[in-house]
Nanobody, 119 residues
Framework: QVQLVESGGGLVQAGGSLRLSCAASGNIFRISTMAWYRQAPGKQRELVAGVTTGGDTNYADSVKGRFTISRDNAKNMVYLQMNSLKPEDTAVYYC?????????????WGQGTQVTVSS
């Protein structure tokens, strides 16, 4: 299992931006598809964005055009640049490996990082 530590969350006004970071342990990272998930109060955890080892990306419809996922394999890091934030983006954000067919996460969950967007 890859150990995952998320950071970069905080309180931001609607329309603002945040950049989340995820540090992953182990050299298996470089051959793994990575993803960001989020869980809002009272809702199930949902897939927000993913990026393959080759750089192909996938986004939830709700964040397309606003969020950008990227990775740095040399540093075992994955990032989520969030722009034009909306109150409905408020959630705890988690990173994880995801299977190549995008269907499920691979590792145990980290503690996540809280993103709160005020109106």
């Amino acid at each position: 299992q890859v150990q995952l530590v998320e950071s970069g969350g905080g309180l931001v006004q609607a329309g603002g931006s945040l950049r989340l970071s995820c540090a992953a342990s182990g050299n298996i990272f470089r051959i793994s598809t990575m993803a960001w998930y989020r869980q809002a109060p009272g809702k199930q955890r949902e897939l927000v964005a993913g990026v393959t080892t080759g750089g192909d990306t996938n986004y939830a419809d709700s964040v397309k055009g606003r969020f950008t996922i990227s990775r740095d394999n040399a540093k075992n890091m994955v990032y989520l640049q969030m722009n034009s934030l909306k109150p409905e983006d408020t959630a705890v954000y988690y990173c994880n490996r995801i299977r190549p067919n995008w269907d499920r996460p691979v590792d145990y969950w980290g503690q996540g990082t809280q993103v709160t967007v005020s109106s």
